[in-house]
C-alpha cells in the first residue's frame, strides 16, 4: 500500500506526465488559432478600407490608442471612478441582501416580514427602475449607486437565503447537544453551511453589479469609463469605445477569477 | 452468579436520596405532542457508570426520552434532574462536512476552559476510538463505521457523566456494528461514565447493558437486571436465550414456532 504511493511520483510516469503536459499547452493554443486568426482578418480588411474607421477603428489603432490612453493618465483615472461605483454600490447591495437574508433565514417572523415584499421585487427587472431613480436622486452618483445596490442584493439575498434553508437541521441540533451557543452555532454550522451558496450568489451579483454599471454610466455621467466611451461616440473614435469596452470586461473576467479563487479555498471539503 | 432478575416494575428501588447518587433523574416525566401522549407518567433513575439499554418499538417515544434528557427539547421544570455533563452520538455521524475529522471533535470542547490542550485532547480520543490515521481526512472521505467512531469520539472528548446513544449503530452492517459493540464496551470501562442507549435491537441491548428497560406505549414497561458478565453473555447462554424470549414476549413479538416438519440442523424433511 504505502509502497505503491511513494513510488508513483518516481522514473516510470515521469515522461508520461511531461508529454501530457505538452499535449495539453498544444491543445491550449488550439483554442487560440480561431481568435487570432478572426483579429488578422478584422486587420487585413480595416488595411483593406473595406471596414471604415467609423464604423470601427483597426486592432492596431486601437491598441495605439489604448497605450495613449494609458500614457496621459485618462483610462487609469476613467477606471479608478468606474471600480470605485461598482465598489461601493457592491459593498451597500451586499450588506443589505445579506442582512436581510440572514434575517429572514434564522426566525421565522422575519422570513414572514421580509421573503414576500422581495418575492414580489425580485420579478421586477431593475433597470426599469431608472426613470424613477432619476426623479428621485437627480442623475448624480446616488441613482448610480442605487442601480448597482439593488442589482447586486437581490442575487446574494436569494442565494444566502436558500443556503441557510440547505442547511441539515440535524447538524445544528447536534452542535446543540454540544452545548454550543446561538452565536456559536451561526458561526460554526450556519455561516459554512450557506457559504457554497452564497458564493454563487456573490459570483451572480459581481456580474450584475458591472452590467449595471455600464448601463448606470451610459445613461449619465461626468467620469468614468462609460464618460469616456460617451464622449468617444460624439467625435466618432471607435477605438476608444473599443477599449473601454475591452477595459469592462477585464474588470468583470478579473472579479469573477477573485470569487473562484475564493469558491477554491472555502469549499475545499467538497473535493 | 449468571443470574436474569425478573421484571421490576419502572427502574430500580430507590436506595438513597444523596446527590451523588444518580447522573439522572426523571420524575412523574410526560410529554405530549397536540394530542397524542408521547411519554406517560415516565420514573427513571440513572446511576453513575451504569449501562442502561432503552429498548422499545419505533414510536414508543424511547428516542422523546433520550431527547428530554439531553434537553434538546424544553422539559417541564422538575421532571428531568441531570448531574454533570452530557453528550450524544446519534443514529447519523452528524459531523459538519466542512471541518476535517479533529476538527469536528475539538468543537464538542469549544466551551471548555482549557483551549490549549483540545487538539490534543481530540487527537487523544479520536486514537482510542482507532482513528489516529484519520485526524486531517474530510467527513466525505469516510466509512459510515469510522464516521460514527467520529461522532463517538465528539461525544466522549468533553467527559461527559452521561453518554446518550440513540440507535448509533443500526445503520451499520452487522459486522461494523459487532465492532462497534465490543469498542463502546471499551470506552465505557476507560472512561466509567454512564451510559443510556436507545435501541430496538435485542440482541443489542442483551450484549452491552447492566440493565434493559422495555418501554411501550410512552410507559417504562418492565426493566431487568442482567448480572452475566458480557463475556458470557453469548445468545446459545441459557440465561441469555431466557432474556431474550422475555424481552421480546415484552415487545409483543411472538416466537416463530418451529415447524414439525423440518430437522433443522439437517435442513432435510423428518419422516
Known sequence: MSTTT??????????????????????????????VVLVA?????????????????????????AADLVRDGTLGAATLVSVQRVGIGFAV???IGLALAILAGLSGLGEHAIDPPMQMLRTL?????????????????????????????????????????????????????????WTQRIRHVVVPGALPQTLVGLRQSLGIAWLSLIVAETISAHSGLGYMINHARDFLQTDVIVVGLAVYSLLGLATDAVVRYLEGRALAWRG | ??????????????????????????????????????????????????F????????????????????????PAGEVAISGRTSVAFQEPRLLPWRRVRDNVELALLNTPERRSRADLATRTLAEVGLSEKLGSWPREL??????????????????????????????????????????????????????????????????????????????????????PRSDRAPSQPE????????????????????????????QGAA
Not at chain 1, 511513494?6 to 493554443?29: E, H, K, M, N, Q
Not at chain 1, 480588411?45 to 495605439?64: C, K, Y
Not at chain 2, 451523588?20 to 420524575?27: I, K
Not at chain 2, 465492532?179 to 465505557?188: S, T
Open chain 2, 1 to 50: 452468579m449468571a443470574r436474569l432478575k425478573t421484571p421490576q416494575k419502572n427502574g430500580t428501588p430507590t436506595t438513597t436520596d444523596s446527590p451523588g447518587a444518580y447522573v439522572a433523574r426523571v420524575t412523574a416525566h410526560n410529554r405530549s405532542f397536540g394530542d397524542t401522549h408521547v411519554l406517560k407518567s415516565i420514573d427513571l433513575d440513572i446511576r453513575p457508570g451504569e
Open chain 2, 52 to 75: 442502561v439499554a432503552l429498548l422499545g418499538r419505533s414510536g414508543c417515544g424511547k428516542s422523546t426520552l433520550l431527547r428530554s434528557l439531553a434537553r434538546l427539547d424544553p422539559v
Open chain 2, 240 to 267: 441469555i436465550a431466557g432474556a431474550r424470549a422475555q424481552l421480546l414476549d415484552a415487545l409483543g413479538v411472538k416466537p416463530t414456532p418451529p415447524n414439525p416438519n423440518r430437522n433443522p440442523l439437517t435442513n
Open chain 1, 125 to 181: 427587472p431593475h433597470f426599469g427602475l431608472i426613470p424613477l431613480f432619476i426623479i428621485w436622486m437627480g442623475i448624480g452618483e446616488a441613482p448610480k449607486l442605487a442601480l448597482i445596490a439593488l442589482g447586486v442584493a437581490f442575487p446574494l439575498y436569494l442565494n444566502t437565503l436558500s443556503g441557510i434553508h440547505g442547511i441539515d437541521r440535524k447538524t445544528v441540533e447536534a452542535a446543540r447537544a454540544m452545548g454550543l451557543t
Open chain 1, 93 to 95: 447591495g451586499a450588506v
Open chain 2, 143 to 228: 466509512s459510515g463505521g469510522q464516521a460514527q467512531r467520529v461522532s463517538l469520539a465528539r461525544a466522549l472528548v468533553s467527559s461527559p457523566s452521561l453518554l446518550l446513544l440513540d440507535e448509533p449503530f443500526s445503520a451499520l452492517d452487522a459486522l461494523t456494528r459487532i465492532e462497534m459493540h465490543q469498542l463502546v464496551i471499551d470506552l465505557w470501562r476507560r472512561h466509567s461514565m454512564a451510559v443510556l442507549i436507545v435501541t430496538h435491537d435485542v440482541d443489542e441491548a442483551l450484549a452491552l447493558a447492566d440493565r434493559v428497560v422495555v418501554m411501550d406505549e410512552g410507559r417504562l414497561a418492565h426493566s431487568w437486571q442482567i448480572t452475566l
Open chain 1, 41 to 65: 482578418l478584422w486587420q487585413v480588411l480595416s488595411s483593406a478600407g473595406v471596414l471604415s474607421e467609423r464604423t470601427i477603428a483597426s486592432p492596431q489603432q486601437i491598441a495605439a490608442t
Open chain 1, 6 to 35: 511513494v513510488a508513483a511520483p518516481t522514473a516510470p510516469t515521469r515522461p508520461r506526465r511531461r508529454s501530457r503536459s505538452r499535449g495539453s499547452r498544444l491543445l491550449f493554443l488550439r483554442r487560440w488559432v480561431s481568435p
